[in-house]
């Protein structure tokens, strides 16, 4: 049995249930529109066990094999509107959902991926210390909420972009000219400023020890906010997708989505390790992340 | 900006080289973000014993008492509080597998597992005693 869990109209979790579908797989979907239908019994007595309950189900966790998660937060949904928290509505969902992750966390299924493994993409500086430690290069970096310490960084490098600390989604643009007029807003808040790296963009999926490499080509500072951004099928060099994954082992992931640019000097540098990447966006080449990813589930 | 604050706090207390009461996790700025159920799991590993957690939706079943009896604390290698109390000595071994350095395990009336505190009382002049001494400022 397979567990998904999140929302019908995520890509990349409709993909997977598509292929599950296909394989013939027994699915579960828990869809977060539809949480106040779900029920959780959890026993922690010598193990793990307990029964997951919905419209039209009751499956035993004991045969929970694996679970791909890609859930949102339930209080921005249309279900939710208008209801307070702290209502019985809004206490359950927190419930549930709290319970259905601390099975995640605890289960011997295989989980994609398990929430404390998530972690560190909410600090970008300190998911950098580990990509470095893994062999990427990592570009010269600035946090600050001090205007003089960004011009003075900015005077270093010639070419520097922001970005946000966290794993709020911010877009990487650079700092030019224009930036000076505004530049006292840092003071409200520190920011990461890095070296600009002229280079190629690829992003590249791993799923266990099996990498799905693309390539993008994009004049824009940010590939993912770009309509003229082109992505294509490619391949690394080995050293390059051994150190994916192990970095993508690191970090405590089953599917990772990695950021890389390669230099024009031939440096491979890495931006970002995203532990829910998605990689409907990539889905160019022969193979499909999101067809792998279905088998994998399958598999367990 | 909380997010931004915090995600900043987590990698420059994490980067610190001085001794530090509980490094920060992704979950949590003062250790494990571990729910109760963990906590009580992780009793059980190292021997403690806990009451049987279940329910429905994550509600779990809590002591009949309200309040702890109890506590056993340590901090580093040191007894804070608490050592004459059965189970004591594991609470160094549950520290050691939660990767904290100071933890407070509140006992119920019959020696089991009731809740932790991962932040020292400073009020208390034993956690005052044992702090200074572990920051090396005795």
Known sequence: ????????????????????????????????????????????????????????FSVD??????????????????????????????????????????????????????????????SK???????????????????????ESVIAFWRKHQRIIYKSISSCRSIVAQFTNSDLATIDDVTACPTQF??????????????DDRVFPSKILCLDDDYRYSDRAQVEGTSLPDEVSERCVALSRRLGLRLSGIDLRRSQ???????????????????????????????????V | MSAEVTALLFYFLNALTCPIVNRPTAECLTGPGWRHEQWALACRRVGIPTRRISGVCGLAQTPVESEPIRSVAVLGNEFVEGQDLSHAARVFELAELACVTFLRVNFTGEGCFHSVQLTPQLHCQHHQSALTRFFGLV
């Open chain 1, 125 to 147: 500086p300190y998911q950098s210390d580990i990509i470095r430690g893994m062999g990427f290069a990592v570009p010269d970096t600035l946090i600050t909420t001090d205007p």
């Open chain 1, 61 to 122: 966790l004991k045969d929970i094999r694996a679970a791909y998660l890609r859930q949102y937060n339930f209080e921005q949904l249309d279900t939710f509107d208008g209801v307070a928290r702290g209502s019985e509505l809004w206490k359950q969902a927190v419930q549930f959902e709290g319970t259905l992750s601390l099975w995640c966390e605890l289960a011997e299924a295989a989980v994609v991926n398990r929430p404390s493994a998530m972690g560190s993409n909410n």
């Open chain 1, 194 to 207: 890095q070296q600009f790296i002229d280079g190629v963009d690829y992003r590249v999926h791993v799923l």
């Open chain 1, 265 to 299: 000097a031939g440096e491979w540098f890495c931006f970002e390790v995203n532990p829910s990447p998605g990689y409907t966006h990539f889905e160019t080449g022969p193979l499909s992340v999101g067809r792998e990813l279905a088998e994998f589930l399958s598999r």
């Open chain 1, 1 to 56: 049995m397979v567990i998904l869990w999140g929302l019908a109209e995520d890509r990349p979790l409709e993909l997977v249930w598509q292929h599950l579908r296909e394989l013939e797989a027994d699915v579960v979907f828990i869809d977060q529109h539809r949480l106040p239908e779900y029920t959780i019994e959890l026993d922690l007595d010598k193990q793990v066990s307990g029964a997951l309950t919905g419209p039209g």
